[in-house]
């Protein structure tokens, strides 16, 4: 009582300034292994409201990938916190118009220049360089952060996770009702999400959708 948990951020920043760096960088052929990959890692956490350890543990077939969409399995040993007895819905990310900011195109992109060099690691994100093994959390941390610092985040100020906050205040301003934010994040009561991640930022559809303005 005498030390309530409190938000470790006061503030957010804007993730449509993320999104609009990814929009003037659209020539994907440019792009390093790793430069796309971190492309790809940050589209997805914001995407999604997960953290980067969600990443760090998703595997290939924890991916559906249809003609116009594709569903994540969630898996609870990918969550930092699991409600027991909890059970996740599926993430569905629906296919954008703007190929440039779609994370349905990127996935299959990187999965495509993977395939010749994952060989039978099961993980979803693999190391750039040789041994090409199974990325670690810290090193998604890593690949998140320079992308982030790239984009302009004040990455001194603001880790990795805070893409959660970032993207799902983002949604409740494109205005995605509160239950598919609440889904989202794996939230039971929305006082969790007013009072630890709903920050103000500087300026009944998908939570992707919302986050990327695709509506």
């Not at 100020?157 to 993207?167: E, W």
């Amino acid at each position: 009582k005498k030390r309530p948990p409190k938000p470790k951020y006061a503030s957010r920043w804007d993730a449509g300034d993320v999104i609009a760096y990814f929009k003037s960088n659209d020539r994907l052929s440019k792009f390093s292994c790793k430069l796309f990959t971190g492309r790809v890692c940050t589209l997805l956490l914001l995407a999604t409201g997960q953290r980067p350890q969600f990443l760090a543990e998703l595997k290939c077939n924890n991916l559906e990938i249809h003609e116009n969409h594709l569903i994540i399995t969630v898996n609870p040993m990918c969550l930092k916190q699991d409600r027991r007895g909890y059970v996740y819905d599926p993430i569905k990310i629906e296919k954008f118009d703007n190929c440039i900011i779609c994370i349905f195109t990127h996935l299959k992109q990187y999965l495509y220049l993977t395939a010749p060099i994952r060989g039978d690691c099961e993980s979803l994100f693999i190391c750039t360089t040789s041994p090409f093994r199974t990325a670690s959390k810290n090193t998604i941390y890593r690949w998140v952060k320079e992308t982030l610092s790239a984009a302009g985040v004040n990455t001194a100020k603001f880790g990795p996770a805070s893409t959660r906050s970032a993207s799902t205040s983002k949604a409740l301003q494109g205005k995605a009702d509160i239950e598919t934010i609440l889904k989202a994040g794996g939230w039971s009561r929305e006082g969790t999400f007013q009072k630890f991640y709903k920050r103000p930022i500087k300026r009944v559809q998908s939570f992707a959708k919302a986050v990327f303005d695709e509506i």
